[in-house]
């Protein structure tokens, strides 16, 4: 089976190619470039692999939360290449991708994302199951959680700075790798889901949690006329 794989949630971009469990991948920060850089480099896999696109059977994106931009470009170009190739589109919540691998942990795992505004987008996670909403919290807020449990361990971009703010929380473990892109983890929960006979409706779209800069921005200046 050939599967495609992307993630343009966070700055880190991650694409992975995979075929009969040979994975070929590439990782960059990209900051805002999502768009210049995920054609590109996608076409660069397929060839640097000497795979087909015809051969193509899955394509499976991460749908957030993250950045609305981000999320925007991933989910259209996933539907735009599955439309093109003729096969399914899969999208994996982002958080889910991000605790994927960690079942044997005891206590809780929580991904930290940046929500800005002074807030983050979490969920925790025990035995490999989410057990919370998508959440889009305050910082200060995370406390009321982590007393929940006498182990918590983070992982994502914004978990070290999470750590920072709770050095009194000694059962707080940061992941070594909390900065690495879990794009094989988006391939495997994505493959999973197509097992089970699942894809997305044509009508699918990333996870938000919360409206846009933009959407809120434009709701005020309606109030406010």
Same mark, same amino acid.
């Given at each position: 089976?050939?599967?495609?794989?992307?993630?343009?949630?966070?700055?880190?971009?991650?694409?992975?190619?995979?075929?009969?469990?040979?994975?070929?991948?590439?990782?960059?920060?990209?900051?805002?470039?999502?768009?210049?850089?995920?054609?590109?480099?996608?076409?660069?896999?397929?060839?640097?692999?000497?795979?087909?696109?015809?051969?193509?059977?899955?394509?499976?994106?991460?749908?957030?939360?993250?950045?609305?931009?981000?999320?925007?470009?991933?989910?259209?170009?996933?539907?735009?290449?599955?439309?093109?190739?003729?096969?399914?589109?899969?999208?994996?919540?982002?958080?889910?991708?991000?605790?994927?691998?960690?079942?044997?942990?005891?206590?809780?795992?929580?991904?930290?994302?940046?929500?800005?505004?002074?807030?983050?987008?979490?969920?925790?996670?025990?035995?490999?199951?989410?057990?919370?909403?998508?959440?889009?919290?305050?910082?200060?807020?995370?406390?009321?959680?982590?007393?929940?449990?006498?182990?918590?361990?983070?992982?994502?971009? $914004?978990?070290?700075?999470?750590?920072?703010?709770?050095?009194?929380?000694?059962?707080?473990?940061?992941?070594?790798?909390?900065?690495?892109?879990?794009?094989?983890?988006?391939?495997?929960?994505?493959?999973?889901?197509?097992?089970?006979?699942?894809?997305?409706?044509?009508?699918?779209?990333?996870?938000?949690?919360?409206?846009?800069?933009?959407?809120?921005? $434009?709701?005020?200046?309606?109030?406010?006329?």
């Amino acid at each position: 089976m050939t599967t495609l794989a992307f993630d343009t949630s966070t700055e880190i971009l991650g694409i992975c190619l995979e075929q009969d469990d040979k994975y070929y991948i590439y990782t960059a920060k990209a900051g805002l470039k999502h768009s210049e850089n995920l054609l590109k480099e996608i076409d660069h896999l397929y060839s640097s692999s000497g795979i087909d696109k015809k051969s193509t059977e899955l394509i499976v994106c991460a749908k957030g939360p993250g950045s609305f931009t981000g999320l925007r470009i991933g989910m259209s170009i996933a539907k735009g290449l599955a439309d093109g190739f003729g096969c399914p589109m899969i999208s994996v919540p982002t958080l889910d991708i991000l605790a994927y691998g960690y079942s044997y942990l005891e206590g809780a795992v929580m991904p930290i994302l940046d929500a800005k505004s002074g807030k983050v987008f979490t969920a925790v996670y025990e035995n490999g199951k989410r057990i919370s909403e998508y959440l889009d919290i305050k910082k200060d807020a995370l406390k009321e959680i982590f007393q929940k449990y006498n182990r918590v361990f983070l992982t994502g971009s $914004y978990a070290p700075e999470v750590i920072k703010l709770y050095p009194a929380e000694k059962h707080l473990t940061l992941d070594p790798d909390w900065n690495s892109c879990r794009i094989q983890s988006c391939i495997a929960l994505g493959k999973a889901l197509f097992a089970e006979g699942r894809q997305d409706p044509e009508n699918s779209g990333p996870i938000y949690i919360r409206p846009s800069e933009a959407e809120l921005s $434009y709701a005020n200046s309606k109030n406010n006329k």
